[in-house]
């Protein structure tokens, strides 16, 4: 097992750029999940780390070797594809033991790893079943076992529960986290699905537009979103943004809004004036009729122990987790009193957050 | 909704079953009925061959056959009398018509010469076309759709429009009338079909295998060679049945460049009537033979063959 360092990576196609300058590094034996919308440059920065793709600039260090321009099989990395790529022509003995015997592997040992490697996985009664008939789940089984059996250096996974029907995910997830934690193997997950990056992840890197918009845990990305874009990509339903004006001086500890004030963590940066967003996620919003921040019920989403209510205010409809308990109907006025400990604040041309009394917590952490 | 496309929606019913079933029958019946007819006069005597009205029942006879393996020179009788007893089934059906023996004919030399030529030009054909099929489907070449449409133009004409210029470049380079010059032409002609049909079945084929393969621990070329070759095995059979074909059955080429050791059976079969009188079933038993490999190779890739019709549109 071994790091991953990624070093102002940046891949050009044409005119079109499709990562820039990425940094980050994977610790060994990190979960790391790149998480962003199709197109953001997520898969293109793991084929890099691959091999598959070569980058037009910057550096992958693996193990703290430079492996920038290396050949897929010289970088002893194993991939799980989102389709699996499972050999239709071999059967499930063979699929797994295949990169053992690019080793040159003698028979008698690959058969035993080969066999080690599918009872870890609870496939051992499948190994010699074809490819073809296997259900989802144990396809991707024998993906992961193709991709284990070498213990390589990392694993890179590229959606690979992308095409499993949602139950199965669940149990894949977890089936995932919890093979993860036996055999500590440094692993890059890429994935459009927050909940399983949520799930899963030691870290998350919020990818959008070939740039990564935050790196952290997934504590600190739900919870102090670094952009606009990652406070909106992630959550469901997404936070809600309320703009305000003005600038911010160090120290402010209040945000007028829509004619109320609202408490906020205090700020620790000076912000020029400009048009600002304040951030709250649905479940940081309490109806509470002393309020001066007002809007009307639009509609409710009934969720058994919670329930999503749209309110619309001045600033148009924000959405508010509640509990399920209390009864609402629609056009109902109601005062909306916000969590102010757990309020984000954005710069709204950037998008980029504002340093809060928030981000002392991160500081702490390291 | 027309019948042909009915099945795609709804089962059939009975009744467009039973006029489908009547609509392949007598199809099926009508194209093999010169085959059929090939097939017995290679077992008639000359005269019932030419009779008329045509015999259907009749007493099969080799004498075809014997005299498409043969060369015979016409004797007296009394010199035929004075020889001793017949030598095997030919020699007496011969001697009937107060002929002998007088050496193999260039039948089998000439399926050789077939045989070779087709095969080894398929082979050549499927091997190049592969590769460069390969090639166009997963790498950036420059000028690929050019290139492509130029290897495609190469069939816009029928190639004997070429037939010309082919027999002053052949009697230059000395490839007239050799093997090595007729497995050049035919897989040039069958290398573009072969490119074409290929990339589309590599195509379907997801680069992720090779991609595999190589994070494994395989070269590309062994990447190719175990994950991409094996699921292309449809492709390359079908492509090598059409390829084997247009080989196998090539008539105005083989006519106008081989005319000695090399001649393919194709120019050859027809050479048959002319010695002896109208031989017809001769001929017919030529034609016969000359069926048999194609007949066998096309039943052994049945499977492939239907399925490369449509193109790759079914994979597995």
Same mark, same amino acid.
């Given at each position: 097992?071994?790091?991953?360092?990624?070093?102002?990576?940046?891949?050009?196609?044409?005119?079109?750029?499709?990562?820039?300058?990425?940094?980050?590094?994977?610790?060994?034996?990190?979960?790391?999940?790149? $998480?962003?919308?199709?197109?953001?440059?997520?898969?293109?920065?793991?084929?890099?780390?691959?091999?598959?793709?070569?980058?037009?600039?910057?550096?992958?260090?693996?193990? =703290?070797?430079d492996?920038? %321009?290396?050949?897929?099989?010289?970088?002893?990395?194993?991939?799980?594809?989102?389709?699996?790529?499972?050999?239709?022509? %071999?059967?499930?003995?063979?699929n797994?033991?295949?990169?053992?015997?690019?080793? =040159?592997?003698?028979?008698?040992?690959?058969?035993?790893?080969?066999?080690?490697?599918?009872?870890? $996985?609870?496939?051992?009664?499948?190994?010699?079943?074809?490819?073809?008939?296997?259900?989802?789940?144990?396809?991707?089984?024998?993906?992961?076992?193709?991709?284990?059996?070498?213990?390589?250096?990392?694993?890179?996974?590229?959606?690979?529960?992308?095409?499993?029907d949602?139950?199965?995910?669940?149990? %894949?997830?977890?089936?995932?986290?919890?093979? !993860?934690?036996r055999?500590?193997?440094?692993?890059?997950?890429?994935?459009h699905?927050?909940?399983? /990056?949520?799930?899963?992840?030691?870290?998350?890197?919020?990818?959008?537009?070939?740039?990564?918009?935050?790196?952290?845990?997934?504590?600190?990305?739900?919870?102090?979103?670094?952009? %606009?874009?990652?406070?909106?990509?992630?959550?469901?339903?997404?936070?809600?943004?309320?703009?305000?004006?003005?600038?911010? /001086?160090?120290? /402010?500890?209040?945000?007028?809004?829509?004619?109320?004030k609202?408490?906020?963590?205090?700020?620790?940066?000076?912000?020029?004036?400009?048009?600002?967003?304040?951030?709250?996620r649905?479940?940081?919003?309490?109806?509470?009729?002393?309020?001066?921040?007002r809007?009307?019920?639009?509609?409710?989403?009934?969720?058994?122990?919670?329930?999503?209510?749209?309110?619309?205010?001045?600033?148009?409809?924000?959405?508010?987790?509640?509990?399920?308990?209390?009864?609402?109907?629609? =056009?109902?006025q109601?005062?909306?009193? $916000?969590?102010?400990?757990?309020?984000?604040?954005?710069?709204?041309?950037?998008?980029?957050?504002?340093?809060?009394?928030?981000?002392?917590q991160?500081a702490? !952490?390291? | 909704?027309?019948?042909?496309?009915?099945?795609?929606?709804?089962?059939?019913?009975?009744?467009?079953?039973?006029?489908a079933?009547?609509?392949?029958?007598?199809?099926?019946?009508?194209?093999?009925?010169?085959?059929?007819?090939?097939?017995?006069?290679?077992?008639k005597?000359?005269?019932d061959?030419?009779?008329?009205?045509?015999?259907?029942?009749?007493?099969?006879?080799?004498?075809?056959? #014997?005299?498409?393996?043969?060369?015979?020179?016409?004797?007296?009788?009394?010199?035929?009398?004075?020889?001793?007893?017949?030598?095997?089934? #030919?020699?007496?059906?011969?001697?009937?018509?107060?002929?002998?023996?007088?050496?193999?004919?260039?039948?089998?030399?000439?399926?050789?010469?077939?045989?070779?030529?087709? &095969?080894?030009?398929?082979? #050549? +054909?499927?091997?190049?076309?592969?590769?460069?099929?390969?090639? &166009?489907?997963?790498?950036?070449?420059?000028?690929?759709? *050019?290139?492509?449409?130029?290897i495609?133009?190469?069939?816009?004409?029928?190639?004997?429009?070429?037939?010309?210029?082919?027999?002053?470049?052949?009697?230059?380079?000395?490839?007239?009338?050799?093997?090595?010059?007729?497995?050049?032409?035919?897989? +040039?002609?069958?290398?573009?079909?072969?490119?074409?049909?290929?990339?589309?079945?590599?195509?379907?084929?997801?680069?992720?295998?090779?991609?595999?393969?190589?994070? *494994?621990?395989?070269?590309?070329?062994?990447?190719?060679?175990?994950?991409?070759?094996?699921?292309?095995?449809?492709?390359?059979?079908?492509?090598?049945?059409? #390829?084997?074909?247009?080989?196998?059955?090539?008539?105005?080429?083989?006519?106008?460049?081989?005319?000695?050791?090399?001649?393919t059976?194709?120019?050859?079969?027809?050479?048959?009537?002319?010695?002896?009188?109208?031989?017809?079933?001769?001929?017919?038993?030529?034609?016969?033979?000359?069926?048999?490999?194609?007949?066998? &190779?096309?039943?052994?890739?049945?499977?492939?063959?239907?399925?490369?019709?449509?193109?790759? +549109?079914?994979?597995?």
């Amino acid at each position: 097992m071994a790091e991953i360092r990624v070093q102002n990576l940046r891949k050009a196609f044409g005119a079109f750029v499709a990562v820039q300058d990425s940094n980050f590094v994977v610790e060994d034996g990190e979960f790391f999940v790149m $998480l962003g919308p199709s197109g953001c440059g997520k898969t293109t920065t793991l084929r890099m780390i691959a091999g598959l793709e070569l980058p037009t600039g910057g550096k992958i260090l693996l193990g =703290g070797e430079d492996v920038t %321009m290396r050949r897929a099989r010289e970088r002893d990395i194993a991939f799980v594809f989102q389709l699996f790529a499972l050999y239709p022509h %071999m059967n499930v003995r063979k699929n797994i033991g295949f990169p053992l015997l690019a080793q =040159g592997m003698p028979s008698a040992e690959l058969r035993s790893r080969v066999e080690e490697t599918a009872k870890l $996985l609870r496939i051992d009664h499948l190994l010699d079943k074809s490819v073809s008939g296997l259900a989802g789940g144990d396809r991707q089984r024998v993906a992961l076992g193709r991709a284990i059996v070498r213990r390589p250096k990392c694993f890179l996974m590229d959606e690979p529960l992308g095409t499993l029907d949602t139950e199965f995910r669940d149990l %894949m997830v977890h089936e995932l986290r919890e093979l !993860h934690n036996r055999i500590h193997a440094t692993t890059v997950y890429v994935t459009h699905d927050q909940m399983e /990056a949520m799930s899963m992840a030691d870290k998350i890197a919020v990818m959008n537009h070939g740039v990564i918009e935050q790196f952290g845990t997934p504590r600190e990305i739900y919870d102090r979103p670094a952009t %606009m874009f990652v406070a909106d990509f992630i959550g469901s339903p997404p936070m809600n943004f309320l703009k305000f004006g003005g600038g911010l /001086a160090k120290g /402010a500890k209040e945000i007028v809004v829509q004619g109320a004030k609202v408490a906020v963590p205090e700020v620790r940066e000076d912000v020029a004036p400009a048009d600002m967003a304040l951030g709250i996620r649905p479940e940081h919003i309490r109806f509470d009729d002393g309020s001066k921040l007002r809007g009307a019920i639009y509609g409710t989403e009934y969720l058994g122990t919670t329930q999503i209510v749209a309110v619309e205010t001045a600033d148009g409809i924000i959405k508010a987790r509640v509990p399920a308990g209390i009864h609402l109907s629609p =056009g109902e006025q109601v005062g909306l009193t $916000l969590s102010s400990a757990r309020l984000s604040l954005f710069e709204k041309g950037s998008g980029r957050a504002v340093r809060t009394a928030m981000h002392d917590q991160e500081a702490r !952490h390291g | 909704m027309s019948l042909t496309t009915a099945h795609s929606v709804v089962a059939p019913s009975a009744n467009s079953k039973r006029i489908a079933g009547v609509i392949i029958v007598a199809y099926a019946l009508i194209s093999i009925v010169p085959l059929l007819w090939i097939f017995a006069t290679s077992f008639k005597t000359p005269p019932d061959s030419i009779a008329y009205p045509p015999k259907i029942v009749f007493q099969p006879s080799l004498e075809g056959y #014997c005299n498409l393996f043969t060369t015979r020179t016409r004797q007296t009788p009394e010199y035929i009398n004075s020889l001793g007893p017949a030598t095997g089934l #030919c020699d007496e059906t011969v001697r009937k018509r107060n002929m002998v023996i007088a050496g193999p004919s260039n039948f089998v030399p000439r399926f050789v010469n077939s045989l070779i030529i087709a &095969f080894g030009s398929t082979f #050549c +054909a499927v091997f190049l076309g592969t590769l460069s099929a390969y090639g &166009f489907s997963r790498f950036k070449v420059p000028l690929a759709d *050019d290139l492509l449409f130029f290897i495609l133009s190469t069939r816009f004409m029928p190639p004997i429009a070429v037939a010309i210029p082919i027999y002053l470049m052949y009697r230059e380079l000395g490839l007239s009338d050799t093997a090595l010059g007729m497995i050049l032409l035919y897989t +040039a002609v069958n290398v573009s079909l072969a490119v074409w049909l290929l990339k589309g079945f590599i195509d379907e084929i997801p680069r992720e295998y090779e991609e595999a393969a190589m994070i *494994d621990g395989y070269t590309r070329l062994q990447a190719f060679w175990r994950t991409v070759l094996p699921q292309a095995t449809t492709g390359i059979a079908a492509t090598a049945i059409f #390829c084997l074909i247009f080989a196998w059955n090539e008539y105005a080429f083989a006519a106008l460049l081989t005319s000695g050791t090399a001649q393919t059976a194709p120019p050859f079969i027809p050479t048959i009537i002319g010695e002896g009188g109208q031989d017809w079933p001769a001929v017919a038993a030529g034609t016969t033979i000359f069926l048999v490999p194609i007949l066998v &190779f096309t039943i052994l890739l049945r499977k492939q063959l239907l399925r490369g019709i449509t193109f790759g +549109a079914v994979r597995k």
